[in-house]
């Protein structure tokens, strides 16, 4: 939900964290609020969007889920910022690196410039499978005074994606795709009722690397 004074927007679909992280990212394609903006050009993309800032240890300890950082980094990479969602389903990890390019398809006009970012979301089911029947579409509404005021249904285009395996545990990788705007890799996977992804303009044995290190 994005506040924008006395309205609001609502946007729904039945793959969110994919369709947020792969920016991304997904990530990838477009994140659902970018999506927004481009619907809705007054909208500003606040960073409080990704939840409530918080230490590392407050998120752990405020997660439904486990929160893990890996333990291999490309060098001269520094936590930035942390955040978390008020009902703690899911947790936004940002690092700062000089060397690794900037991820700007998905910062708000008001979050730090993070060149790493990853994203956690407790998921009773694993989304990753479904990808091979496509994305559903985002369905955005503004509500105005309770009343819902429009509605919109966006295609959202799936980008190139191949599949990995992380220690045994399947998962995806979104490669670039300028048709599809997706300028930053990012890595997925489900493993224990948790949804993880990894965006950062890397080239796969790295990522892969980073995410068989989390813990």
């Known amino acids: 939900m994005i506040r924008n004074h006395a309205k609001?927007?609502?946007?729904?679909?039945?793959?969110?964290?994919?369709?947020?992280?792969?920016?991304?990212?997904?990530?990838?394609?477009?994140?659902?609020?970018?999506?927004?903006?481009?619907?809705?050009p007054s909208v500003s993309l606040p960073e409080?969007?990704?939840g409530k800032k918080v230490s590392l240890e407050q998120a752990m300890q405020m997660a439904t889920f486990k929160v893990k950082t890996p333990?291999?980094?490309?060098?001269?990479?520094?936590?930035?910022?942390?955040?978390?969602?008020?009902?703690?389903?899911?947790?936004?990890v940002l690092y700062s690196n000089p060397t690794i390019k900037?991820?700007?398809?998905?910062?708000?006009?008001d979050m730090p410039k993070a060149q790493l970012k990853i994203f956690m979301e407790e998921r009773k089911d694993n989304p990753i499978p479904s990808l091979e029947d496509g994305l559903p579409p985002l369905k955005i509404e503004i509500i105005d005074q309770?009343?819902?005021e429009q509605t919109k249904f966006?295609?959202?285009?799936?980008?190139?994606f191949s599949k990995v395996m992380i220690n045994n545990v399947e998962g995806v990788l979104f490669?670039?795709?300028?048709?599809?705007?997706?300028?930053?890799?990012?890595?997925?996977?489900?493993?224990?009722?948790?949804?993880?992804?990894?965006t950062a303009d890397l080239p796969e044995p790295?990522?892969?690397?980073?995410?068989?290190?989390?813990?």
């Open 48 to 50: 409080s969007h990704l």
């Open 146 to 148: 309770g009343k819902v």
């Open 71 to 92: 333990k291999s980094l490309p060098t001269e990479t520094d936590l930035l910022q942390v955040y978390i969602s008020e009902n703690g389903r899911h947790a936004t």
């Open 154 to 160: 966006v295609e959202q285009p799936l980008p190139k």
């Open 175 to 198: 490669t670039p795709d300028e048709s599809k705007h997706i300028f930053i890799s990012t890595l997925s996977w489900w493993e224990d009722g948790t949804l993880y992804s990894i």
């Open 102 to 109: 900037t991820i700007t398809e998905s910062v708000g006009s």
């Open 8 to 40: 609001k927007i609502v946007i729904s679909s039945t793959i969110f964290l994919l369709a947020l992280t792969l920016a991304i990212s997904l990530p990838m394609l477009h994140s659902e609020h970018e999506m927004a903006n481009e619907i809705y």
């Open 206 to 215: 790295e990522l892969i690397q980073i995410a068989e290190s989390m813990e």
